[in-house]
């Protein structure tokens, strides 16, 4: 428990000294000094000097040993998968991004070949062999794993990742562990921990791009479903969208269409501008009004249901519409007969769904190689 103690304060405050570690953690120097030189002995830290010109005492510095571990995070989308490396400290040390066109066409083994070549590039880039493969690997996608049938459902866009083994599959390509996640509920990690949501234990964070859904963080928990399928509020009924229809599987095997999703998504937008690009079409007045509407109308669906403190919103639409559109579907949300949430933009920099799975992957792999038990 104080190594893992030690190691933790190392992450969060970077190197400190064996006197502020004693202090913070409330062991004695001498205590504090055999647990650092046992830590040290395992090649968890490692000692550095003090930075010359700085005023005190000279002092060693004590670290995390960045080599310790690596881990990998992925983002899919149809197009194709991003990857980040980063080392257990979680500086990103390598990134990369293969094109789904750029591996073979056998839908069958293309998901893992396509995988697979985006962690060994960017491990390539973060000057690493593939003999040193990534402790912890997580993949962000659209859609949920089913934790029932191992089957990943509400994402019928991404062919060839519906296979009930592929998590093992993929483990077995990459030579580690591999966790799949859906993509909104890592951004919403992402935002809890470094963005908007910090400080608050019940939220929601609505994704509004070419696809739509929402993660609900209720009392700090990830709320999922029976089959993985809560916040998927794309195929959420309101007036004025056709219902998504199909029949039983049809998330899982067809783009069954209609819901929320064909009001407010990229294409969506796009339609109601003529098919202008998107920040056109949401510099045009009359759109942004429009687009602020059908936001308001499925946020109030999901205030009615989980009575968010806050409401984080995300994605190409929120994040193109900016301060405008956040102002106007505030607008829209006043005076309703429902709870009145904070209603946030994400100020997260770079791809929230990787910076979410490398949060996953870095928690997962300490768990593990912090463990000197």
């Known amino acids: 428990m104080n190594d893992r103690a030690a190691l933790d304060l190392l992450v969060a405050h970077g190197p400190l000294t064996r006197t502020r570690i004693s202090e913070l953690t409330g062991l004695s120097k001498p205590?504090?000094?055999?647990?650092?030189?046992?830590?040290?002995?395992?090649?968890l830290v490692r000692t550095r000097s003090k930075e010359r010109g700085k005023p005190g005492p000279s002092a060693l510095l004590y670290e995390i040993e960045p080599s310790a571990a690596h881990v990998a995070a992925l983002s899919a989308d149809p197009q194709g998968v991003s990857a980040a490396v980063a080392d257990i400290t979680g500086t990103v040390v390598g990134r990369a991004r293969v094109e789904a066109d750029a591996v073979a066409e056998d839908v069958r083994h293309?998901?893992?070949?396509?995988?697979?070549?985006?962690?060994?590039?960017?491990?390539?880039?973060?000057?690493?062999?593939?003999?040193?493969?990534?402790?912890?690997?997580?993949?962000?996608?659209?859609?949920?794993?089913?934790?029932?049938?191992?089957?990943l459902r509400y994402a019928p866009h991404l062919p060839g990742w519906h296979s009930r083994t592929l998590r093992a599959e993929l483990a077995e390509v990459l030579g580690t562990p591999v966790t799949i996640e859906n993509d909104v509920n890592?951004?919403?990690?992402?935002?809890?921990?470094e963005g908007a949501a910090q400080d608050h234990d019940n939220f929601a964070l609505v994704w509004v791009d070419d696809g739509t859904g929402a993660a609900i963080v209720v009392d700090g928990t990830l709320l999922r479903g029976a089959t993985g399928g809560a916040g998927e509020i794309g195929y959420m009924p309101l007036p004025g969208a056709p219902l998504a229809r199909g029949g039983p599987g049809a998330y899982a095997a067809a783009d069954a269409g209609g819901g929320f999703q064909s009001l407010v998504s990229v294409p969506a937008v796009r339609d109601l501008a003529g098919g202008r690009a998107l920040a056109d079409a949401l510099a045009d007045a009359s759109v942004r009004e429009e687009t602020a509407r059908r936001l308001a109308a499925g946020i109030a669906a999901v205030v009615a249901v989980v009575d968010p403190e806050l409401v984080v919103l995300s994605g190409a639409v929120p994040q193109t519409g900016g301060e405008e559109l956040r102002k106007l579907v505030e607008r829209e949300l006043t005076?309703?007969?429902?709870?009145?949430?904070?209603?946030?933009?994400?100020?997260?920099?770079?791809?929230?769904?990787?910076?979410?799975?490398?949060?996953?992957?870095?928690?997962?792999?300490?768990?593990?190689?912090?463990?000197?038990?």
């Open 31 to 43: 205590t504090a000094s055999q647990l650092l030189g046992r830590l040290a002995d395992m090649g």
């Open 110 to 151: 293309r998901t893992a070949q396509l995988v697979k070549e985006a962690v060994d590039s960017a491990l390539r880039d973060a000057g690493l062999g593939p003999h040193e493969p990534p402790h912890t690997t997580v993949i962000g996608t659209p859609g949920a794993i089913d934790p029932r049938s191992g089957e």
């Open 335 to 373: 005076g309703l007969a429902l709870p009145r949430p904070l209603l946030r933009l994400s100020d997260l920099d770079g791809d929230p769904i990787l910076t979410g799975a490398l949060l996953s992957a870095l928690a997962q792999a300490r768990d593990e190689v912090f463990d000197t038990a």
């Open 186 to 193: 890592l951004a919403a990690m992402a935002e809890q921990h």
